[in-house]
Antibody
């Protein structure tokens, strides 16, 4: 059974760093792209970027380029997104999803809620 | 970027009604479109992929049609659990883009 499981909720202060994770199981992790998406409170979904675990090929949405880093550790079947200096505007729910062969997100993580507040 | 225009933005209907939601793409995306359902506090769930193919485990009352620039999601007979937000996604050209969403609520 394909499963995508994300790390738990985080509460951080502005300026802090953060790395959240997304673990895939039940399929060959290195053969399927993973996407990261943001959903701000009461809003729709926005793509942040996608990564291919097989070779770490990464594509960022321009508005997120330089703001986050997407990475992967094949040895533990896990993808990550990290921030070096959080802002209050980073408060959101973050989702990862496996992308099928046509890049349609088919299996989603449960979401990681990130709250940035002083 | 490809723009996806989804309509209506909200829809009130009753159990047993037929509901139709439309997405229009700003350019030809072939059949590279999928539909999702999202309930408050939950992750999205894929309903339809490749414009008309039903995701595994999704009830057959959900169907998708269209190709090129015009796409439709139809729910043939609404059930209480179908009241949620629906959105389309084109994955033809990166950056992949979403429709604005349709909130389906009980009349």
């Amino acid at each position: 059974e394909v499963q995508v499981v994300q790390s738990g909720a985080e509460v951080k202060e502005p300026g802090e760093s953060l790395k959240i994770s997304c673990k895939g199981s039940g399929y060959k992790f290195t053969s399927w792209w993973i996407g990261w998406l943001r959903q701000m409170p009461g809003k729709g979904l926005e793509w942040m970027g996608i990564i291919y675990p097989g070779d770490s090929d990464t594509r960022y949405i321009p508005s997120f380029q330089g703001q986050v880093t997407i990475s992967v550790d094949k040895s533990v079947n896990t993808a990550y997104v990290q921030w070096t200096s959080l802002k209050a505007s980073d408060t959101a729910m973050y989702y990862c999803a496996r992308l099928d062969g046509a890049h349609s997100p088919d299996y989603w993580g449960q979401g990681t809620r990130v709250t940035v507040s002083s | 970027d490809i723009q996806m225009t989804q309509s209506p933005s909200s829809l009130s209907a009753s159990v047993g009604d037929r509901a139709t939601i439309t997405c229009r793409a700003s350019q030809d995306i072939r059949n590279d479109l999928c539909w999702y359902q999202q309930k408050p506090g939950e992750a999205p769930k894929r309903l339809i992929f490749a414009a008309s193919r039903l995701h595994s485990g999704v009830p057959s009352r959900f169907s998708g049609s269209g190709s090129g620039t015009e796409f439709t999601l139809t729910i043939s007979s609404l059930q209480p659990e179908d009241f949620a937000t629906y959105f389309c996604l084109q994955q033809n050209t990166f950056p992949y883009t979403f429709g604005q969403g349709t909130k389906l609520d009980i009349k």
